[in-house]
């Protein structure tokens, strides 16, 4: 099983749509976790940390499961600029940082 | 902008050869990671310098090396290149306090081909 999984897409969705990523991950003494945009050929940037309580930033709300080990990113109101890879990433303690493999998602106008 | 930066942005290298790439970490911070990220594919951590020390390290062999300098700024030095080494190598420099682990910011890359 991999450290950590994701769904490589792609999800093609209209604007205005509502979408949902998952992210599951192996290691339960994760200590924290976030999630990072990639446009392409371009460096990741960080969309937002996820906290146990959940966390929503405007369009965006994160979610962590610790019992069952995932993470989750819903995005309201899709805009064609939401168009990126959407990367996981699971911090395993010790500075052990994996990521997923990213999540294509495109919008269609 | 992270105020992250990384040199060359682009290099083309032969196989068997030696490779370094620079990062200057962003202003405060203290920690840098690298990582190799293959087309496709999500970055891959190679290892972090935390204090001029290595801090962990990923998967990979001991031909990809690296240092970290007093100004936090980094090297990666790759030896005997190989083609799979072909990839876009991120430098990520972050602020660590007792352990606890802060979010990455990213520099803008180095795209590595080997021929």
């Known amino acids: 099983r991999k450290e950590v999984e994701q769904d490589p897409g792609p999800f093609n969705v209209p604007e205005g749509a509502t979408v949902a990523f998952n992210c599951t991950y192996s290691?339960?003494?994760?200590?924290?976790f976030f999630w990072y945009r990639q446009d392409c050929r371009k460096e990741p940037k960080l969309l937002m940390s996820?906290?146990?309580s959940g966390n929503e930033d405007g369009r965006f709300t994160a979610q962590l499961n610790r019992a069952s080990q995932y993470i989750s990113l819903l995005i309201r109101d899709s805009k064609l600029s939401d168009s990126a890879t959407y990367l996981c990433?699971?911090?395993?303690?010790?500075?052990?940082?994996?990521f997923g493999t990213g999540t294509k998602l495109q919008v269609i106008p | 902008e992270t105020g992250v930066t990384q040199s060359p942005t682009h290099l083309i290298k032969t196989r068997g050869q030696q490779v370094t790439l620079r990062c200057s970490s962003q202003?405060?911070?203290?920690?840098v990671s690298w990582y190799q990220q293959a087309l496709g594919q999500g970055p891959q951590f190679i290892f972090q310098?935390?204090?001029?020390?290595?801090?962990g390290r990923g998967n990979f062999p001991p031909r990809f090396s690296g240092l970290q300098f007093p100004n936090y700024s980094s090297e990666l030095n790759v030896n005997a290149l190989e083609l799979d080494d072909s990839a876009l190598y991120l430098c990520?420099?972050?602020?660590?306090?007792?352990?606890?682990?802060?979010?990455?910011?990213f520099g803008p890359g180095t795209r590595l081909t080997v021929l």
């Open positions: 990520a420099s972050s602020y660590a306090d007792r352990g606890t682990y802060n979010e990455q910011f």
């Open positions: 290691n339960s003494a994760s200590q924290s």
């Open positions: 996820v906290y146990s």
């Open positions: 990433v699971v911090n395993g303690g010790y500075q052990k940082v994996t």
């Open positions: 202003s405060g911070h203290n920690t």
């Open positions: 310098y935390y204090r001029e020390e290595e801090n």
